[in-house]
T-cell receptor, first 115, second 114 residues
Framework: AQKITQTQPGMFVQEKEAVTLDCTYDTSDQSYGLFWYKQPSSGEMIFLIYQGSYDEQNATEGRYSLNFQKARKSANLVISASQLGDSAMYFCAMREYTNAGKSTFGDGTTLTVKP | ETGVTQTPRHLVMGMTNKKSLKCEQHLGHNAMYWYKQSAKKPLELMFVYSLEERVENNSVPSRFSPECPNSSHLFLHLHTLQPEDSALYLC?????????????FGPGTRLLVL
C-alpha cells in the first residue's frame, strides 16, 4: 500500500479563494513528521509547512495551514487567499522515526490558480 | 548564498560519458540526500549521508556513485548511463536524519541522457 496518497492529480482555484489539497498517510509509527512542499515549474522543492505527530495544534505558516486529523491519518494543506504564484505542483511527504527518517513522497497535486 | 545549491542546472550527456553532479549546502546540516524525480513518478530516494557516512543506498544501480567528502558537499558521479536515467536529480539536506527534521532542497539538475 502507498504510504502517502494524494488523490487529486489536478486542482483549480479562483484567485483570492481558499483551496484544500488532500493527503492521507499510512504508518504504524507513533513518531513521524508530515511535510508539504511546493514545486514550481523551475523544479526546486520549496518547504512550506511541517506537522509533528505529537503536535496537538494544527501547523500554520502565513497563508498555509495544515489540517491534521491523526485518527483519520490525514494531513490536508489549506491555502488561503490563493495567488497566481501559487500555481505549482504540491507534494505531501512523511518521515517515520523507525525508518531512519527517510522521506516518502506522494504523487503530487498540480494546482492552477485562475485569475 | 542560498541554502542548497546544485550544479550544473542542466546536463546533456551521452551514454558513454562520465559526469558529476555537485551539491553544496550552507545551512550547517549534517545529513544530505540524493533524490531522483522522473516524469509522472513520485520522488525516489537514492542515497542518504549522515555525518559524511552513507547510511542508505536504495538499490541504486552502480552507474550512480555518490561521494560525500564533508558535511557541506555531496557529489553524484555518473557513468555509462541509460536513457531511462533522464530525470530531475534533487539534492536535499537536513540538520540530522531524524523524522522531525525538515529537508531543504536544492534547485535540481535536469539530466538528459542521449
Amino acid at each position: 500500500a502507498q504510504k502517502i496518497t494524494q488523490t487529486q492529480p489536478g486542482m483549480f482555484v479562483q484567485e483570492k479563494e481558499a483551496v484544500t489539497l488532500d493527503c492521507t498517510y499510512d504508518t504504524s509509527d507513533q513518531s513521524y513528521g508530515l511535510f508539504w512542499y511546493k514545486q514550481p515549474s523551475s523544479g526546486e522543492m520549496i518547504f512550506l509547512i511541517y506537522q509533528g505527530s505529537y503536535d496537538e495544534q494544527n501547523a500554520t505558516e502565513g497563508r498555509y495551514s495544515l489540517n491534521f486529523q491523526k485518527a483519520r491519518k490525514s494531513a490536508n494543506l489549506v491555502i488561503s487567499a490563493s495567488q497566481l504564484g501559487d500555481s505549482a505542483m504540491y507534494f505531501c511527504a512523511m518521515r517515520e522515526y523507525t525508518n531512519a527518517g527517510k522521506s516518502t513522497f506522494g504523487d503530487g497535486t498540480t494546482l492552477t490558480v485562475k485569475p | 548564498e542560498t541554502g542548497v545549491t546544485q550544479t550544473p542546472r542542466h546536463l546533456v550527456m551521452g551514454m558513454t560519458n562520465k559526469k558529476s553532479l555537485k551539491c553544496e549546502q550552507h545551512l550547517g546540516h549534517n545529513a544530505m540526500y540524493w533524490y531522483k524525480q522522473s516524469a509522472k513518478k513520485p520522488l525516489e530516494l537514492m542515497f542518504v549521508y549522515s555525518l559524511e557516512e552513507r547510511v542508505e543506498n536504495n538499490s541504486v544501480p552502480s552507474r550512480f556513485s555518490p561521494e560525500c567528502p564533508n558535511s557541506s558537499h555531496l557529489f553524484l558521479h555518473l557513468h555509462t548511463l541509460q536513457p531511462e536515467d533522464s530525470a530531475l536529480y534533487l539534492c536535499a539536506s537536513s540538520h540530522s536524519g531524524q523524522s522531525q527534521e525538515t529537508q531543504y532542497f536544492g534547485p535540481g539538475t535536469r539530466l538528459l541522457v542521449l
